[in-house]
C-alpha cells in the first residue's frame, strides 16, 4: 500500500472507531440505568459484536501506527490503542461474566457482521519488541544472553598480575609438554612433525586450519566418488559391447522384429502412454483443487507473500523513522527561534493573567487566595480553574465565620474534637454499611426475578471503567485534527510534519517551562499586595479577610542513584540461571484446532450444551489475558496468571511464545531453580530485590513460576524437602506481585500439573487467573497430526489421519511429535516411495515411549474438580446451571397452563 492509500485507510477506520465509541456509550446507558438484557444469547451477541470490532480496529490501528509517516499523528494513535487495549480486556471480561465462563465464543456475532474468527484474532503489536526498550539496554540483553560478559567490574592491578602470571605458567607448561614428546619422539626414532618442532599457530589460526582439512577431506571424497562412478559406467559400457559382438559373431543374436509388429507395438505404446498422461493431469487437477479447498495439505508451499509484505514494511519504518527525526529536528529548531524571540512576550502573557486573576479577587472579594504552591503546578492550577473562585470563597468565608461564632460560644476540649471524628467515622461507615446492604437487596431481588421467565429482567452489563480514556481520546483527536483531515488533504498531513501544529506544542511546552520563573515573581508581588492591604485595612481599623490555607504538598523522595550498572545487575541474574535464554516461538505454533460449535450449542434457550474447550480457543485466551496485558497501563487488570493442565500439555511453549512476541526477558523464579541460589533470609531478600530491579529496568519482563504449585504445597513430599520448594511463597506475594503498578510491564505466570496438591488460598492470592490448558482433542489432533505427517513428499495425501487422531486422544502432544519423528527418520523416508506409511507405525512408536502420557477423561476430572473449587467461574458456573434448572421447570409449567386456557 502506498501512503495515500494507507492515509485513506485511517480516514475509514475513523468512522468505524467513531461508530464503536458510538455502540460503546449505548452499552454503557444499559449499564448504568440498569437495563436488563435477554434472552442470555442476545446479550452474548451485543456484547460480542463491539468485542469483534474492537478487535478489528485494533489491528488495524496497530498496522495504521506501524506503517504512517506521519509522526504528529501516530501520538494520537498510540493513544488509541492505549484506550482500546483496556476496553478490549473489559468486554472479554465482561463476555466472561455474561458466559459464566472463560472460554467465550463469539461466532454468532461474526456470523451477523460477515466476519471470520481470523478477523479478530489480536496480534501482537509492532511496538512492543521495538519501542518498549531503548536500544542501549537491547544491546546489553543481546549481549549477555549471547554469552559476552559486560557486567564484571574492572579488574584491580594485582588481579591482572595475578592473570598475567597465569598465562605465563600456562605457557611453560605447553613449552615443557612440547618438548618432552619431541625427546620422545627421538628415542622412538620417529619423525618430528614441523608443526610440533618450530612453528608456533594462534588459536584461531588453528581452528582455520582445522575447517579448511574438514572442507578439504569433503572434496576429496567427492571426487573420488565421481571418478569411481565414471570408471564403473565405461567398464560395464565396454562389457556390454563385448558381450554383444560375442552373440553376434557366435549367431546367438536375437533377430529384429519385422516393421508391421513394431508399428503394433508402438500404438499400444502410444495408447497406453496418453491413457497414463490422462489419468496423471485428471489426478493432478484433482489434487490442486483438492488443496486450495483445504482437503489436503500439500508438503511444499510456495513462498508466502507475508514475508515480501513484511520487507516492504520494514522498509516503510526506515522512512518512518527519517520523518519522526526530521520532524524532532524541526521541533527543536522551532523552539530556539520562538524561545529567542518571544521569550519575553510569553513570560509578559502569564504575568498579565496571573495580574488579572489577582485583581479578579479583590474586586469580587478584597482579598487574596493563597498561590499555589509550586509542587502542585503553581498558576498551571489558575489556569485550569482547580483553585478558588470568588463566589466559593465568599460562601466558605460565611461558613467557616459561622463556625468561628460558634467555637467561641461553646469551646470545643481535645475529647469534643476526637469524639466528632469519630462519629463522623462511623457515619461513613454506616452509610458504607447502607449502601452494600441496599446493594445486596437488589442482587437477593434479581436473583428472585430470574427464575421466572416472565419475569426475568434479563443480563445486566457492569459498567466500564475503560470507556472514559477512549472517549476523551476520540474527543482529543478531534480537537486537533479534525480540520486537518479530509479527503483531499495537503500533503505535510499525509507525510512529514505540519508546522503550525509544531509551533502551538512548542509555544506551550516554552510556557511550561517559563511558568516557574514567573510563578517566583508573582508570589513576592502577591506578598506585597498582602502587605499594601494589610496597612490600608489597619489605617480604616478592620482586619485582615479569612484565606483558606493550602495544604502543603509532601516533597518527592529523591531515588537514590543506582551504585551498581545495569550490565553489572543484569549480568548476575544471568550467572544464577534467573534471566534464562528461552527457545523462540510463537503463539501460531501452539497449534490446535477451535471449537466451531460452541457458540451455536451455548445459544440454545433454557438446555444449552457446554462443549469443552479445545486446544485452539486457548491461544486467544491468551492472547488477550498476555499479550494485551503486558504492554497496556490498564488498572485493575492482573498481572499475574496460572497455566494448569496434564503434563506435556505445552504451559512452557505458552510462556516461551508470549515472551518471543513481546520481546520479554524470561525470569525463573521456580521452586526448582531458586532452592540453592541467594541462600538465607537475607539472600532472600537480596534475591527479590534485584528481580525488581531488573525487572524494571529491562522491561518488557515475564517472570515464569515453573510447577507452582509445589510453591504452596499442602504436605511437602519426603523426596523434595532437600530441595525446600515452598521458600518463597510466604514473601512472594509481597515481593513481587504487590509492587507491580500499570506502567510495570511485568507478567507473571505459572504452571501447575496436579494443582490439587496446593492450597488454594495462598496460591489464588499470588494467581487469581487460572487458564484450564484442555486435553487433546479428535480436532486439535488430526489438525497437528495433518501439520506433522503431510511435510513430508513422500506421505500419501490421503494418509487416514482422521482414525490415527481418534486412536491417541489423550495422549500428550510431545509424545505424539516424538513418535512421528521416531518413525519417519531417514531410512524410513526413503522407502515412502514403495512402502506407505501406515497409521499403526506411529501409534506403536507413541505406545512403546515410556514416557508418553494417556490423559483419559476419568483423570482429566481431577483438573475440572479442582477448577471448580480453584476459579470464581466454578461456582458462577454452577449457580448458572442451577438456574437454567429452574427456568426450564418454570417454563413446561407456564406453557402447560397456557395449553390448558387455549382448550378451555
Known sequence: MSTIDYYQAWLRIKEDLQKCVADDEQIQTFANTYVGVKPQSTAVELLARLYGKSCELYNKLCDIYDQTLQPQRSEYLKKFIDALTCRIIEYKSMLEEVECLEYTYADNALQQMLMVPDNIEIMCPFF?????????????????????????????????????EEELEMLRIKEEEKEAEIKRKLAMGED???????????????????RLAEFNAHIMNLQRMIRTRKVIQENTQKKNKDFMQYLLLAGLATPEANDHLKQRAAAVIKQSYRQFMKLKRDHLRDYHLRAKLGMIMTSWAPPSQKIQLEKVKEKRREYRREYFKNWLEAHVKEKSRIFRLRQHDIMEDISDEIRAWMLEWYKGARAFDEYPWPLEGGSILIVRGETFTVEEYLVWVEV????????????????????EKKAAKEEKRKAAADAKAREDKRIMAYKKMRPN????PGIYYRIGKASDPLQESWKLYNNTWQDIDSRYAPLDAIKGHIMRLITENVQQEIQYELRPIVDEMMMMELSKLRAALKCDLDLIGEKMPLVRKRKKPKKPKKVKPEKSTPEELFQKLVDAGI???????????????????????????????????????????????CLLTIGSECQGVPRAHLLAGPKYSGKKTLIYAVATETNSILM?????????????????KQMFALVNKVARLMQPTIIMVDNADKLFYKKVPKEEKMFDPTRLSSDFFKEIIKPIKPPDKLLIIGTATEPWNAKNGPMSKVFPNVILLPNTDYGSLVYILQKLVMK???????FNVHSLAQTLRGYDIKSIKQGVATVLNSSRIAQLGFKPLNPMEIIDAVLNDNDAICTEPFDYEFFNTWYKSYSKFGSIFNEYIELLAVQLEMKLKLDEKNKKKKKK
Open 668 to 684: 525463573d523464579l521456580s521452586p526448582m531453580n531458586v532452592y540453592n541460589k541467594f541462600p538465607g533470609p537475607k539472600g532472600m
Open 192 to 210: 618430528i612433525p614441523e608443526s610440533i618442532a618450530s612453528v608456533k599457530y594462534t588459536a584461531a589460526e588453528l581452528a582455520e586450519m582445522s
Open 792 to 798: 513430508y513428499h513422500g506421505v500419501n495425501r490421503d
Open 400 to 419: 467557616e465565620q459561622k463556625r468561628q461564632k460558634l467555637l467561641e460560644q461553646n469551646p470545643k476540649t481535645p475529647e469534643d474534637i476526637k469524639a
Open 128 to 164: 512492543y519488541p521495538f519501542e518498549i526498550r531503548s536500544a542501549e539496554l537491547q544491546y546489553v540483553v543481546d549481549e549477555i544472553l549471547a554469552g559476552n560478559r559486560l557486567g564484571d567490574p574492572e579488574p584491580t592491578p594485582s588481579e591482572l598480575e595475578r592473570r598475567k
Open 453 to 456: 421467565p416472565e419475569t426475568d
Open 579 to 625: 534471566v534464562i535464554k528461552y527457545p523462540k516461538v510463537t503463539l501460531k505454533e501452539y497449534w490446535g484446532d477451535q471449537n466451531y460449535a460452541a457458540a451455536v450449542t451455548r445459544a440454545i434457550m433454557y438446555t444449552p450444551r457446554f462443549s469443552p474447550p479445545c486446544i485452539g480457543d486457548v491461544q486467544q485466551l491468551v492472547r488477550v489475558r
